[in-house]
């Protein structure tokens, strides 16, 4: 199946950024989306939104650190419309900081959010693509998923962790497309998850320049649209007048 229409397309983290602008722009182009992350009350507004522009959505709370909850939601998804096209692994969480502050707890829940929660999506999706013969992961990373910078270095490491298993799931899979979907500096909440002050206001300077969720979103389709036997493997998308 190539194109977007009609796709059915499960999206962790939707309820903002990058995943709210997938959700609204895939749901535009006639794909059925099916909306997760924590927050309901805000899944719910978006998806009104949609269904009343036209679109066609469904949403349900999901906490991608819990692999009973990403069961569900695969499940929910599979139950409104029969089958799951594509699963967008949007869910992520930055906060940065020196190795030297010890934030243990923080990188507990960046290593739970950023690599346990992609597993969890592909170890409740892989089955159902596979009973199917055909579905798609689009997996988000980041350029820090590329090279790593100070305050970064656990954040980095799970976005290259993001890369290694979206290649091994590709090689190990001939008849699933797999993609990584790199973001740079993007428009999103995701600094507010930042606690060392050091490492927040060299983030204030390093987001200076951005570009919307709407452009990672577009990349997004971009690889959904394909057909069959086109697989997208990695997409980078930066602002064009960023040095990072």
């Known amino acids: 199946m190539s194109g977007v229409e009609s796709k059915v397309v499960?999206?962790?983290?939707?309820?903002?950024?990058?995943?709210?602008?997938?959700?609204?722009?895939?749901?535009?182009?006639?794909?059925?989306?099916?909306?997760?992350?924590?927050?309901?009350?805000?899944?719910?507004?978006?998806?009104?939104?949609i269904n009343q522009a036209g679109?066609?959505?469904r949403f349900r709370a999901v906490d991608v650190t819990r692999r009973e909850d990403v069961e569900a939601f695969i499940g929910f998804a599979r139950k409104e419309f029969g089958r799951v096209d594509v699963v967008v692994n949007n869910?992520?969480?930055?906060?940065?900081?020196p190795l030297d502050a010890l934030k243990v707890d923080e990188w507990d829940r960046v290593i739970d959010?950023?690599?346990?929660?992609?597993?969890?999506d592909?170890?409740?999706?892989?089955?159902?693509?596979?009973a199917q013969g055909f579905g798609q992961f689009v997996n988000v990373s980041s350029i820090g998923g590329h090279a790593v910078s100070p305050t970064a270095a656990v954040y980095c490491a799970t976005k290259f962790a993001v890369a290694a298993i979206s290649e091994g799931l590709r090689q190990e899979n001939d008849r699933i497309r797999v993609t990584v979907?790199?973001?740079?500096?993007?428009?999103?909440?995701?600094?507010?998850?930042?606690?060392?002050?050091?490492?927040?206001?060299?983030?204030?300077?390093?987001?200076?320049?951005?570009?919307?969720?709407?452009?990672?979103?577009?990349?997004?389709?971009?690889?959904?649209?394909?057909?069959?036997?086109?697989?997208?493997?990695?997409?980078?998308?930066?602002?064009?007048?960023?040095?990072y």
């Not at 869910?91 to 900081?97: F, H, I, Q, W």
């Not at 600094?191 to 979103?217: H, Q």
């Not at 971009?222 to 980078?236: F, L, N, W």
């Open 55 to 57: 679109g066609v959505a």
């Open 10 to 49: 499960a999206i962790t983290g939707a309820s903002s950024g990058i995943g709210e602008a997938t959700a609204r722009l895939l749901a535009a182009r006639g794909a059925k989306v099916v909306i997760g992350a924590r927050r309901a009350e805000r899944l719910g507004r978006l998806a009104a939104e």
């Open 181 to 243: 979907t790199s973001p740079g500096v993007t428009e999103s909440e995701l600094a507010d998850s930042i606690s060392d002050d050091t490492a927040r206001e060299e983030m204030r300077g390093f987001r200076r320049i951005a570009i919307a969720p709407e452009a990672i979103a577009r990349a997004i389709a971009y690889a959904v649209e394909q057909p069959d036997d086109v697989d997208v493997s990695e997409v980078i998308v930066r602002p064009t007048a960023s040095p």
């Open 113 to 120: 959010v950023n690599i346990r929660g992609v597993l969890h």
């Open 122 to 130: 592909i170890a409740a999706g892989l089955p159902v693509m596979k």
């Open 91 to 97: 869910a992520g969480v930055m906060p940065l900081s």
